[in-house]
């Protein structure tokens, strides 16, 4: 199993940055991908960020030029770096993660979310 830790949500204002963290733990073998998600009120679950194997990076096109995703491969962990905040980043955002663990299953995981709340 994985258990994947966020923080780094919390309350900004228009235009601010906040920066989330998201720690991967228990019986991993490889990583495959660690991304980011979120959902607002009254809406569906969407793409925020993604990094898989090599580095390569996706990003949905509301975010792009905004926010920066990274990850320490050391210590499995992903980061995304907000910037220029909008209250339309409100939100409930969720750490995910396509990992193999040392039995050979390979699956996907999510965080608890962690809030992100951006006022106009």
């Known amino acids: 199993q994985v258990q994947l830790v966020e923080s780094g949500g919390g309350l900004v204002q228009a235009g601010g940055s906040l920066r989330l963290s998201c720690a991967a733990s228990g019986s991993i073998f490889s990583i495959n991908a660690m991304g980011w998600y979120r959902q607002a009120p009254g809406k569906q679950r969407e793409l925020v960020a993604r990094i898989i194997s090599g580095g390569i990076t996706n990003y949905a096109d509301s975010v792009k030029g905004r926010f920066t995703i990274s990850r320490d491969n050391a210590k499995n962990t992903v980061y995304l770096q907000m910037n220029s905040l909008k209250p339309e980043d409100t939100a409930v955002y969720y750490c995910?993660?396509?990992?193999?663990?040392?039995?050979?299953?390979?699956?996907?995981?999510w965080g608890q979310g962690t809030q992100v709340t951006v006022s106009s």
């Open positions: 995910n993660t396509i990992a193999t663990v040392v039995s050979g299953l390979r699956a996907q995981y």
